[in-house]
């Protein structure tokens, strides 16, 4: 058979973590990186090419990866490309998804193609996991923890503040909870207890660190209620110890099997690199949309809809041998 | 959409587990149990009948869950009963699965039936994560650990021994080898090496314990080669510490995403039940042979075939909105 060709769409974090992902699998083929960006600016040697040429790929390209941000690229470009093309996304904003499924589900329906939502992470692999170990384990509770991991967002929000040169906010899960539910202690869990928020920071030359300090401390939405810790630390180590994005977290399952014995399901992932690791993801997802798509079966699909076999290179027979 | 009827095959530990697991799902019921015995001397208060009677259940049954022995009973009755009915099994002979799905797919397609074979979870749940860790981090190696759990082959082997009143044999995986994969250092593995073996046992009264002991070390395939840890422990400890049936383990994968940056991807279970889990499995499983005999979907199937939404009683857009 030969290769399936991707697209990517959107050349950040994430569309420089499909660049590099390819070239670990020989049955796909980066036929060329798409930006809205001018080619030239791009710090690439992959072919690369302006948003507005993208249609003229339509028979050359077998699946494109979307790579924008989710806030305002993928619930437009999606709609828009997947009239065209088989996509996969890797969209979180989880309160949205019903309304981008369906969405997508109509254009894809309406022009024979296949666009596979949400894959990633969370949401993605976590998703797969709530659903099984909730299926397999009616009776219980099921427990998603994350980090320790690299927020963008929040660590924006500290940048922000006067006095603050640079910032890192790292997520990170109370062990103890974690490990008590683990144990199969039952306990009281909600998203915002059960996590703390840890950050470094660089302060500016004349900054009053206690000021800095309360203002990161009582800001609404980002760290108010939190337990915040605050580390201020030089621009050395700031290079040298946070560059990185890394995250991970763990979804896990309390279940009871019967009344007297109960069951732990674990899941978890320990990520040097978000993007590189979302996009490893995406990328196997881009296999199944590409199989997907030979066999005719359009329309708008989650993690939920597809087999895992489809995620692999080898054939049914090679994986029952192999790996069942 | 009216319940999917469940028929048990055989009562011994994974039959129990079935029956109880069934009582924690409403769009399942319990059909009966068909057991080789007579029926009066299962000890239960379901529906219980003799495996002559079974056929006349054709067309009152949905699913069959075949809980006999991997060794002796699940390839007989398997490839028979599919001819009639659509079934489950935990098939856990993992050389011979490559036939014993050749087998079924033959008889489930010539009769129009589903055949889902080597559910539970190893085969079944660890396998799946082997192929979804594969899939998405090309480059890397997986490592499976098994245990803390009590092996029923090494605990009737021990019983065997001259000298042996009662024993159990728990398998447990090394923790600093488990601990090194986690913390992203390489390992030498092999499975042999990688888990130990411990024996609680009841000496009989006259038993010469040395010569227990080293019989037991040096016991061919079930212990040489392997570090073994014998307890001697009296009735009473015995029948308090050590009637249940734990078990689980960990298939782990540490993949590259690029050169320099590591990805862990884990998933582990902890069980005090294996039956009763394995039972569970079956029974999300069987769920998803309904519905895929409703869907027409007919032939063998593994865990790698079937998309996981088929697991839950849940809708497709209920799955979206809620587990996404
Ligand atoms: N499901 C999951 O588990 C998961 C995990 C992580 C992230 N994600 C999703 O992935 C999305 C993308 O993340 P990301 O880290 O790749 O975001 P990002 O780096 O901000 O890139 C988003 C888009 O911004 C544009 N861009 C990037 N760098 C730029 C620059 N220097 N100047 C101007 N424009 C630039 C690019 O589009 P153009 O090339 O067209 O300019 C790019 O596609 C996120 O929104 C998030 O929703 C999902
Ligand atoms: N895939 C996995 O992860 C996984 C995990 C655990 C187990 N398994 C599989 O599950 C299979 C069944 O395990 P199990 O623990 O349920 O085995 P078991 O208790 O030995 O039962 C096997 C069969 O033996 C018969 N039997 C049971 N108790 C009996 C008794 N007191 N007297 C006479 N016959 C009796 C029953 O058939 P009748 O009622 O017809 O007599 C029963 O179906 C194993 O062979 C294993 O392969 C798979």
Known sequence: MSNTRIGIVGYGNLGKGVEAGLKQSSDLELAGI?????????????PAYHMDDLLGFKDSIDVLILCGGSQKDIPVQ??????????VDTYDNHNEIPVHFAKLDQVARENDTVAVISTG?????FSLNR???????PKGETYTFWGPGLSQGHSDAVRRVAGVKNAV?????KEELVDAVKDKQS?????LDAHKRMVYLVLEEDADESKV???????????????????VIDQETF??????????GTVMRQGKTTDDHTAIYQFGLDLDSNPEFTAAVAIAYARAAGKLAREKQYGAKTVFDIAPGYLSPKSGAQLRKELL
């Not at 306990?187 to 998203?191: G, L, S």
């Not at 290079?239 to 991970?248: I, L, N, Q, Y």
């Open 239 to 248: 290079d040298k110890e946070h560059a990185g994005m890394p995250h991970g």
């Open 169 to 173: 906010q790292y997520t990170v899960p």
């Open 121 to 125: 992470w969370d949401p993605g692999l």
């Open 34 to 46: 798409f930006s809205r960006r001018q080619p030239e600016q791009l710090e690439t040697t992959s």
């Open 78 to 87: 999606g709609p828009e490309l997947a009239k065209t093309f088989n996509t």
């Open 187 to 191: 306990i009281e869990y909600n998203k």
């Open 131 to 137: 659903l099984i170990a909730e299926s397999i384990l």
């Open 213 to 231: 300090r309360e203002t990161i401390k009582t800001m609404p939405d980002y760290f108010e209620g939190y337990e915040t810790e605050i580390h």
